[in-house]
């Protein structure tokens, strides 16, 4: 099952992802696991344990340690054996009669062994030829070597793909004298382990033409975040690398800033994770085969478990005796963690430092993933920044604004969508911070219309999708219709490079195009596909190319939609996209969502979050160029 997609915009990806690499605490700690009990000997657990497993001669073997996992063979009296397995009975000794093998054999065997043995008896050692000890003692050593060889035509087997790079060939060409000098000198390996390195460089680098994709899937017990490149020149799409999860995925929330426990800020190429976990795991994208998330926020509380798994070790590799269990070590969840799933997850375009996060729990948290607390319970987390309770059911959507970076849009299932003011909403959130409007079923998806941001749309499960002017929220949705009749609408999208295009997913395995800016009075239907590929439950734009969307669902398979060739769609569309991509300018005034959220609210306070404020110098620093789509 795929619960969710994401596209990654061109050029925030690295153009080469990187190998994980062990950090010098975890390296000690390997190296702690090596010496588990405590000294480095490890081989005296199998030691310890013979002089506890001895016979006391009485032919039957006792185990006196009963913890020991060593296996002791018993002994075995050799007069109790059958007389032809009696081993110690036999003798190397041809002279030595009545111990010799041939007393074993009987009938005309044992004659014709007779007869060798005295034919060879009569033999005088004196006789035989002297050519054949001569030939023994001659040194073919001290011989030398005169044969001539040919030089090698290096660049004739090279062009024949044989032999590989070698270095720049001296005149007269190589002889086998200079190719054993290069073997000895692993000259010849490492021109091959560089040759090795080029071509797996080769494969994971991103090209121009690749557009990555994000997803979240889940296969039997095997869940993953799966990073798919889509080659736009070929049109072919393939797994780049995946990172197993733990648990069940949900949700995802792309961002390029998080930071350390010492503060650090640092950029790149992340995404976070919301599961059935009460944690959330943000991933850096550009490691492959990452072991651990490189930021948890919430979720269990890890202390001391450490310590536990070493001391279990230790009573695993001990010499048999029993060892003292040590404390438990606490099971709860970290401050301020999320206590059920994490159904939903946004991270602020405008604060790149802000997550936003819901719960099946009724919360919905906002956290600051640069700033790190040391110490208290759990050691190292960070600490949500306010937890908000203005739902009072399961929080399932969160979207930021695109451009009021402290206007926070929520929806959940006690089918109400929320407009929260999250600089005052902690502090007061009864308050006129909080506005809400009213839907006729549980809300499925929320998405702003990047184009004119005071449109707020949401899509709930009984297949209507609706859309409010957040100037006069509250009152009756601009626009209200039924996108799929059958299944409900599991995801909405809008196309960030075209005006008045949306899309819809459902459960009834097929995605619908819609034209909001033709509203008369719902927005017209562009037709439908069926993408082949099970129950959709999430669809997504490519925001660096017009044309691109994907989605999945319950097939397990990821589908995209290249609508570059469909005709009648882009000649619908294609006249609102400028030439190079771009959106064409809009001379209208932005809404003034300061006063908008201030109407009515007189005691609402200027108090910003901790870090929602911070310079906004960090908004300079430059992302890497990767690839273009």
Same mark, same amino acid.
């Given at each position: 099952?795929?619960?969710?997609?994401?596209?990654?915009?061109?050029?925030?990806?690295?153009?080469?992802?990187?190998?994980?690499?062990?950090?010098?605490?975890?390296?000690?700690?390997?190296?702690?696991?090596?010496?588990?009990?405590?000294?480095?000997?490890?081989?005296?657990?199998?030691?310890?344990?013979?002089?506890?497993?001895?016979?006391?001669?009485?032919?039957?073997?006792?185990? %006196?340690?009963?913890?020991?996992?060593?296996? %002791?063979?018993?002994?075995?009296?050799?007069?109790?054996?059958?007389?032809? #397995?009696?081993?110690? *009975?036999?003798?190397?000794?041809?002279?030595?009669?009545?111990?010799?093998?041939?007393?074993?054999?009987?009938?005309?065997?044992?004659?014709?062994?007779?007869?060798?043995?005295?034919?060879?008896?009569?033999?005088?050692?004196?006789?035989?030829?002297?050519?054949?000890?001569?030939?023994?003692?001659?040194?073919?050593?001290?011989?030398?070597?005169?044969?001539?060889?040919?030089?090698?035509? %290096?660049?004739?087997?090279?062009?024949?793909?044989?032999?590989?790079?070698?270095?720049?060939?001296?005149?007269?060409?190589?002889?086998?004298? *200079? +190719?054993?000098?290069?073997?000895?000198?692993?000259?010849?390996?490492?021109?091959?382990?560089?040759?090795?390195?080029?071509?797996?460089?080769?494969?994971?680098?991103?090209?121009?033409?690749?557009?990555?994709?994000?997803?979240?899937?889940?296969?039997?017990?095997?869940?993953?975040?799966?990073?798919?490149?889509?080659?736009?020149?070929?049109?072919?799409?393939?797994?780049?690398?995946?990172?197993? +999860?733990?648990?069940?995925?949900?949700?995802?929330? +792309?961002?390029?800033?998080?930071? *350390?426990?010492?503060?650090?800020?640092?950029?790149?190429?992340?995404?976070?994770?919301?599961?059935?976990?009460?944690?959330?795991?943000?991933?850096?994208?550009?490691?492959?085969?990452?072991?651990?998330?490189?930021?948890?926020?919430?979720?269990?509380?890890?202390?001391?478990?450490?310590?536990?798994?070493?001391?279990?070790?230790?009573?695993?590799?001990?010499?048999?005796?029993?060892?003292?269990?040590?404390?438990?070590?606490?099971?709860?969840?970290?401050?301020?963690?999320?206590?059920?799933?994490?159904?939903? #997850?946004?991270?602020?375009?405008? @604060?790149?430092?802000?997550?936003?996060?819901?719960?099946?729990?009724?919360?919905?948290?906002?956290?600051?993933?640069? @700033?790190?607390?040391?110490?208290?319970?759990?050691?190292?987390?960070?600490?949500?920044?306010?937890?908000?309770?203005? @739902?009072?059911?399961?929080?399932?959507?969160?979207?930021?604004?695109?451009?009021?970076?402290?206007? +926070?849009?929520?929806?959940?299932? *006690?089918?109400?969508?929320?407009?929260?003011?999250?600089?005052?909403?902690?502090?007061? =959130?009864?308050?006129?911070?909080?506005?809400?409007?009213?839907?006729?079923?549980? /809300?499925?998806?929320?998405?702003?219309?990047?184009?004119? @941001?005071?449109?707020?749309?949401?899509?709930?499960?009984?297949?209507?999708?609706?859309?409010?002017?957040?100037?006069?929220?509250?009152?009756?949705?601009?626009?209200?219709?039924?996108?799929?009749?059958?299944?409900? %609408?599991?995801?909405?999208?809008?196309? =960030?490079?075209?005006?008045?295009?949306?899309?819809?997913?459902?459960?009834?395995?097929?995605?619908?195009?819609?034209?909001?800016?033709?509203?008369?009075?719902?927005?017209?239907? /562009?037709?439908?596909?069926?993408?082949?590929?099970?129950?959709?439950?999430?669809?997504?734009?490519?925001?660096?190319?017009?044309?691109?969307?994907? /989605?999945?669902?319950?097939?397990?398979?990821?589908?995209?939609?290249?609508?570059?060739?469909?005709?009648?769609?882009?000649?619908?569309?294609?006249?609102?996209?400028?030439?190079?991509?771009?959106?064409?300018?809009?001379?209208?005034?932005?809404?003034?969502?300061?006063?908008?959220?201030?109407?009515?609210?007189?005691?609402?306070?200027?108090?910003?979050?901790?870090?929602?404020?911070?310079?906004?110098?960090?908004?300079?620093?430059?992302?890497?160029?990767?690839?273009?789509?």
């Amino acid at each position: 099952m795929i619960a969710a997609v994401a596209w990654i915009p061109a050029g925030v990806a690295a153009e080469t992802p990187t190998k994980y690499e062990y950090s010098k605490a975890e390296q000690e700690f390997l190296e702690r696991v090596a010496n588990a009990d405590g000294n480095g000997n490890i081989d005296d657990a199998t030691t310890n344990t013979d002089d506890a497993n001895e016979d006391d001669g009485d032919g039957v073997w006792e185990d %006196v340690d009963e913890e020991s996992n060593a296996v %002791v063979v018993p002994k075995v009296d050799p007069s109790s054996l059958p007389a032809d #397995l009696r081993m110690d *009975d036999y003798s190397d000794d041809e002279g030595d009669e009545g111990k010799g093998i041939g007393n074993i054999l009987v009938g005309k065997d044992a004659e014709t062994m007779e007869e060798s043995n005295d034919a060879t008896a009569e033999v005088p050692t004196g006789e035989y030829d002297s050519d054949d000890s001569d030939v023994d003692d001659d040194d073919l050593h001290d011989i030398p070597d005169t044969r001539e060889f040919m030089p090698l035509d %290096v660049e004739g087997l090279q062009s024949l793909g044989i032999g590989g790079s070698l270095p720049a060939m001296k005149e007269g060409g190589y002889t086998m004298n *200079d +190719l054993r000098n290069m073997a000895d000198n692993d000259v010849l390996d490492d021109l091959d382990e560089d040759e090795d390195d080029e071509d797996y460089l080769n494969d994971i680098r991103i090209g121009d033409g690749d557009a990555l994709i994000v997803v979240a899937k889940t296969e039997d017990d095997y869940a993953s975040l799966e990073i798919n490149i889509f080659d736009t020149k070929e049109s072919n799409l393939y797994v780049h690398h995946d990172i197993p +999860l733990p648990s069940f995925p949900l949700c995802l929330a +792309l961002g390029n800033v998080i930071g *350390d426990q010492s503060n650090n800020t640092t950029t790149g190429n992340y995404c976070a994770v919301g599961s059935f976990e009460t944690g959330i795991e943000i991933w850096n994208l550009d490691v492959m085969n990452a072991l651990e998330p490189s930021l948890v926020l919430g979720g269990m509380d890890t202390s001391g478990l450490e310590e536990d798994w070493m001391r279990m070790q230790s009573s695993m590799t001990g010499n048999g005796k029993k060892k003292k269990k040590g404390k438990a070590s606490p099971s709860g969840l970290r401050e301020g963690s999320h206590t059920d799933a994490v159904m939903g #997850l946004s991270w602020n375009a405008i @604060h790149r430092q802000v997550l936003a996060s819901g719960s099946a729990d009724g919360t919905v948290k906002l956290w600051d993933v640069t @700033h790190a607390t040391s110490g208290g319970k759990g050691g190292d987390y960070v600490r949500p920044s306010a937890t908000l309770t203005h @739902h009072t059911d399961k929080v399932q959507s969160l979207a930021w604004h695109p451009s009021e970076g402290t206007l +926070l849009a929520t929806g959940g299932y *006690d089918r109400r969508i929320c407009l929260v003011d999250a600089r005052s909403a902690a502090s007061s =959130p009864n308050a006129g911070s909080v506005k809400k409007a009213k839907l006729q079923a549980d /809300c499925e998806a929320i998405a702003w219309d990047p184009h004119s @941001h005071q449109y707020l749309t949401a899509a709930s499960e009984d297949g209507i999708v609706q859309c409010w002017d957040v100037r006069k929220f509250g009152e009756e949705p601009v626009w209200s219709m039924v996108a799929h009749e059958y299944g409900g %609408v599991s995801d909405i999208s809008y196309n =960030p490079l075209v005006p008045g295009m949306l899309i819809t997913c459902s459960i009834d395995k097929t995605v619908a195009l819609w034209d909001t800016q033709q509203v008369s009075p719902t927005p017209q239907t /562009c037709g439908t596909k069926d993408m082949n590929v099970g129950k959709l439950y999430s669809v997504n734009f490519y925001p660096s190319s017009p044309w691109l969307m994907a /989605c999945g669902g319950s097939g397990n398979e990821l589908a995209i939609w290249d609508m570059e060739d469909e005709e009648a769609i882009k000649n619908r569309f294609g006249p609102r996209v400028s030439g190079d991509g771009t959106i064409p300018s809009d001379d209208g005034k932005e809404a003034d969502f300061e006063a908008m959220m201030a109407s009515g609210d007189d005691s609402a306070t200027q108090k910003a979050l901790e870090g929602m404020n911070k310079s906004k110098k960090k908004k300079k620093k430059t992302k890497r160029k990767a690839h273009k789509a």
